[in-house]
């Protein structure tokens, strides 16, 4: 059974602002939000605001979430259909609906339906993704026409993962994620997506990183072999490049986590890394053909194995 949650009407109010015209309510809005992987993931020391200085190279990936947006009759409604993830109010399709109402007074309440087909909590950027498509589905809702850099802002509040979601394609990210710049790329990259079926949360993860004292200094660790390899579609090249810092505290928690990687590799992988915090393991292929014989020959290793290709936009409408 899909789960629901709503917000109050005090979140939004219930009218149009002044200087909107009186129209009959728009049609629903239909979005695409598509999963985030990382190609390499660089981590730095913490920081005093308890952030991680990271270098983080994202593409996004054909793996979707579909985000129904309706004008409502006051506040904010979510309902949840696959993966069991409940629509509480910690959602971000939620957080940035209100963050987004907190600058726009008198708007009309809405009501969200979300299909979950990316995986949750496999560091694949769901919920990320998710609230981006949120974010980008009721500034056209609303007809607010909010410029870029506005939105992104706002993105960076609701999450180090939002401003990335926003665009998609390939980008590379520093901060804690949220300052981007684009990855020029010579081609389609096809991955195998193998997901672990034990959970790992990204607090633990960071927590053992400290414990075992792997962050290491930035200044001189720009990915920039990867980069190259990406501009010229030399994916043999790429396959040796792929980086996370996060995988020796991953394993040490989850050994069966390297026990995948290693079965990628073997079973021909041009490539493999952990994407983010884990549990999902990704392989590089050499094209949609061998991607399929990857993801085969490993299907039994793995609760979920999926085939996607890369990059594709981040949300699009439709």
Known sequence: MPGFSELPSSTTGARLPSNHPQTDPPSPLRARAAAKINLA????ARRDDGYHEVVSVMQAVGLWDDLEVTVAAGGFGLEVEGEGLPPDESNLVLVAARELARRSLDLPGVRFRLRKGIPVSAGLGGGSADGAAALLALDRLWQLHLPSINLHVMATEIGSDVPFCLSGGCQVGSGRGETLSPVPTGGTLWWVV????????????YQRFDEL????PLEDRWPS???AAMAAGDVQRLGR????????????LHPGLKAGKDRLLQAGAVGAVM????PTMLALARD??????LAGAVRSSFARVEV???????????
């Open 41 to 44: 993931l660089l981590v730095g």
């Open 194 to 205: 193998a997901i672990d079926a034990e959970s790992l949360g990204t607090g633990p993860v």
């Open 213 to 216: 004292g792997l962050a290491r």
């Open 225 to 227: 072999e990867l980069l």
């Open 241 to 252: 490049e792929l980086r996370n810092d996060l995988e020796p505290a991953a394993f040490d």
């Open 275 to 278: 994407s983010g915090s884990g």
């Open 288 to 293: 949609e053909e061998h991607a399929g014989q």
């Open 308 to 318: 996607a290709r890369g990059p594709v936009p981040g949300v699009t409408f439709g």
